[in-house]
């Protein structure tokens, strides 16, 4: 299982509502977490054959970018 961290435009609860329906519907996330504290809006992904590009095109599907942290 793999642990990915990505910078995020997701700016509130509400955003995070709109994008838990994406995420919490795919069988590869086991678990994810947005840090709204954070200035980069940190999203947090845990799960099976994961990968950038994979998390990017989830959140493009909710309407939201995405930043891969190195």
């Known amino acids: 299982m793999d642990t990915l961290k990505f910078k995020t435009n ?36 845990t799960g099976d054959n994961i990968s950038f590009e994979f998390i990017n095109e989830v959140l493009l599907k909710a309407g939201y970018k995405t930043e891969e942290l190195r």
């Not at 519907?25 to 504290?37: M, S």
């Open 10 to 45: 997701i700016k509130c609860e509400s955003c995070v509502a709109k994008v838990s329906r994406f995420l919490d519907e795919n069988i590869n996330i086991a678990k994810w977490n947005v840090d709204l504290e954070s200035p980069d809006r940190i999203l947090t992904v």
